[in-house]
């Protein structure tokens, strides 16, 4: 049995999203699917689910019995989308446009939580190891 309720799991999202600067839009729904790719969380007696649906297709479901880890998820995914508009805003020609997409969502998550960024780092460099920049620029990391 879970101990989180759906409307604390929402209180907590929408204030790290306040924190955050983030848009309405790209927070998760609650307790019901908007479609089109729009992320929800569900709370029920096996766990917290983030769960993804397009055109009434589950893509992804990734569940958890751990708040933060809800938590986590859900702002890895937000960030990743605010650090998306911002590299679109920031692009340097001829760089991989990961190079500023990954750091600006480090900063974002930072800002939120230092184990976090701990987190998303390693996803990163399992990101590169398998798909590295493609730039020629020599890594700062």
């Avoid at 790290?16 to 992320?39: H, K």
């Avoid at 679109?88 to 480090?106: A, M, T, V, Y």
Wanted: hydrophobic content about 35%; aromatic content about 8%.
């Amino acid at each position: 049995m879970n101990s989180h309720s759906l409307s604390e799991i929402k209180r907590e999202i929408e204030q790290i999203g306040r924190r955050l600067g983030c848009p309405r839009n790209c927070l998760p729904t609650f307790g019901f699917s908007e479609d089109f790719g729009c992320p929800h969380i569900e709370v029920n007696a096996s766990g917290l689910h983030y769960v993804v649906v397009e055109r009434g297709v589950e893509l992804e479901r990734k569940t958890t019995h751990d708040l933060n880890d809800l938590l986590y998820i859900v702002f890895e995914a937000v960030t990743f989308s605010m650090a998306g508009d911002y590299e679109l805003k920031h692009r340097i020609p001829g760089q991989d446009s990961r190079r500023i997409l990954f750091r600006r969502q480090l900063e974002l998550l930072g800002s939120v939580d230092a184990d976090w960024v701990t987190r998303l780092r390693q996803d990163q460099h399992k990101i590169l190891a398998c798909n590295p920049f493609n730039d020629g620029v020599e890594s700062a990391r």
